[in-house]
Nanobody, 115 residues
Framework: QVTVVESGGGLVRPGGSLRLSCAAS????????LYWYRQTPGKQRERVAY???????DYADSVNGRFTISRDNTEKMGYLQMNSLKPEDTAMYYC?????????WGQGTQVTVSS
């Protein structure tokens, strides 16, 4: 059974940085698309960043230029580097990997941006 586990969340001051990690158990991780989503209570889950199996990327307008998605297929890891964090970035962040017939979500890691 394929799983993903997020880590790296925490409390950070505005303007600070965090790096989220996503550890996947999929032996064919390189074939998966990689997504990062976030959600706050009472709001719809928002797609933050995407990376294709080939390395193409896309970002939500709200994070473009501040967040960077990356992956290490050898280590079966996904990452989200978050810089210049703002209070409105506070949310539970989820890693999602997807390919046909396989859509895997982690349990999330909390990011809180507050002074």
């Amino acid at each position: 059974q394929v799983t993903v586990v997020e880590s790296g969340g925490g409390l950070v001051r505005p303007g600070g940085s965090l790096r989220l990690s996503c550890a996947a158990s999929a032996p064919d991780f390189s074939l998966y698309r990689l997504y990062w989503y976030r959600q706050t209570p009472g709001k719809q889950r928002e797609r933050v960043a995407y990376m294709s199996s080939g390395g193409a990327t896309d970002y939500a307008d709200s994070v473009n230029g501040r967040f960077t998605i990356s992956r290490d297929n050898t280590e079966k890891m996904g990452y989200l580097q978050m810089n210049s964090l703002k209070p409105e970035d506070t949310a539970m962040y989820y890693c999602n990997i997807w390919k046909v017939d396989s859509d895997i979500w982690g349990q999330g890691t909390q990011v809180t941006v507050s002074s």
